[in-house]
């Protein structure tokens, strides 16, 4: 007799009731005790043939209990050496489950951790930011993520990246842990390399800025010293009274008073902004412009600026000053190594939208197309080591698009370069 298939053999049930129709079928085929040696064979054969049965579901059982096993091991292994640390927790933070990874991030036995509430193990200074992200993840039931660290007890905390996601049931959080202090680090790294590159940024500008006091500096000094020299001149000739005295010292400490401000001016251009302040371009364009003017002037540079807006911008002026000193700079380098007839810089302001737009264009040749896309590069200079450091451009760059969230461009235009500040 063939064995009877059914879809629910294998359960208890299913056993039962099959047992329970071969019975049947084997009284139906006799309704009387078996007498006859014949009667006897063909009941000991059915029940071989049952035994048989058994066997091979058992076999069956078996096999399928060894392959539950094994994809239970499986997964486990999956589950507790996974390369990212798998948490789940209750609505008030209590650890359910936490896999060997999870455990080895936190540097804290798993067995301890159970039952623990899991922003013990955050340091102090970002519990609220845990605190913030679990909040929000059992109430948006949508995945959150946030950046915490985990303090290491004999070493430094690590930062971990926590992302989770709520079952529609809402009643447990299951948290995925990554380890980021690499990435972190890598970033610690670049912050202060780009920090150094803006010192000596900012070194190199105060060389040219020493340049420029000298120059603003150079007439009041000759108005002053010729004023002292009359002093004298009146005294011999006998026309020294006090009126010309008066007038002497009046002029005097204007003089002063105006050789004492251009300091405070250049020293307070190089005054990093602690925070964004809202200001306006034309101001910026008009204090840079008056740092570098007499500078300009005695190269035989002109410069002329036309607006037809004045935005106004919520950033770091002075930094955005610098920007435009950076540009206005390597367009004197450029007028002066070309030398054209009329060397001149212009400055637009103007308006798109809701963006300023100022564009810094000079006639000194334009910049070559082998290397138009690498003025941006650090280090990157086509002057000598003497006379370039290659950061200026860089950091205009890294200042616009990073810190104010902007967009600085150059191309060339009719006999020159044209820089683009976009904010």
């Not at 940024?201 to 009041?220: F, K, T, V, Y």
């Not at 000193?325 to 103007?350: E, G």
Request: with cysteine; charged share 25%.
């Amino acid at each position: 007799m063939e064995p009877r298939k059914d879809t629910g053999f294998f359960t208890e049930a299913g056993l039962r009731r099959h047992a329970e129709e071969r019975l049947q079928e084997i009284s139906a085929a006799s309704s009387l005790p078996p007498r006859t040696e014949v009667e006897l064979l063909r009941l000991l054969h059915e029940l071989q043939v049952h035994q048989a049965e058994l066997v091979i579901q058992n076999e069956e059982l078996h096999r399928t209990r060894e392959e539950l096993e094994t994809a239970l091991d499986q997964y486990t292994d999956l589950y507790d050496f996974a390369p990212v640390g798998y948490v789940t927790i209750n609505q008030v933070g209590t650890i359910q489950r936490i896999n060997l990874t999870g455990a080895d991030l936190i540097g804290v036995v798993r067995s301890r951790l159970i039952g623990s509430r899991f922003e013990i193990f955050v340091t102090h200074e970002d519990r609220r930011t845990f605190a913030d992200f679990l909040g929000n993840i059992f109430t948006s039931l949508t995945k959150e993520f946030c950046e915490v660290r985990l303090p290491i007890e004999g070493s430094i905390p690590i930062w971990v990246q926590i992302s989770g996601v709520t079952p529609s049931t809402g009643q447990e959080c299951r948290l995925a842990l990554t380890n980021i202090t690499e990435r972190k680090r890598a970033e610690e790294e670049l912050r202060e390399k780009e920090l150094l590159l803006l010192r000596q940024n900012r070194l190199a500008a105060m060389g040219e800025m020493i340049n420029n006091i000298a120059h603003q500096w150079r007439q009041p000094l000759n108005t002053l010293g010729l004023g002292i020299q009359s002093l004298q001149m009146y005294y011999e000739n006998g026309k020294f009274d006090e009126g010309f005295l008066d007038h002497s010292v009046k002029m005097s400490m204007e003089l002063i008073q105006h050789m004492s401000q251009t300091i405070d001016d250049f020293r307070h251009y190089f005054q990093p902004d602690k925070e964004k302040v809202e200001f306006e371009i034309k101001d910026a364009v008009a204090r840079t412009i008056y740092l570098v003017d007499d500078s300009l002037k005695y190269q035989q540079i002109s410069i002329e600026v036309e607006s037809s807006a004045n935005p106004r911008l919520v950033g770091f002026p002075n930094e955005y000053s610098q920007v435009l000193l950076n540009i206005i700079m390597n367009a004197k380098d450029a007028l002066l190594k070309s030398h054209p007839d009329d060397a001149r810089v212009r400055i637009t302001i103007s308006k798109e939208g809701e963006k300023s737009v100022v564009t810094i264009a000079d006639n000194g040749g334009g910049i070559p197309d082998a290397i138009i896309g690498k003025v941006f590069e650090p280090y990157f200079t086509t002057k000598g080591p003497d006379q370039g450091t290659g950061i200026g451009l860089f950091m205009s760059k890294t200042i616009i698009e990073k810190s104010m969230g902007g967009k600085l461009t150059v191309r060339n235009v009719g006999d020159g370069a044209e820089f683009r500040i976009e904010v």
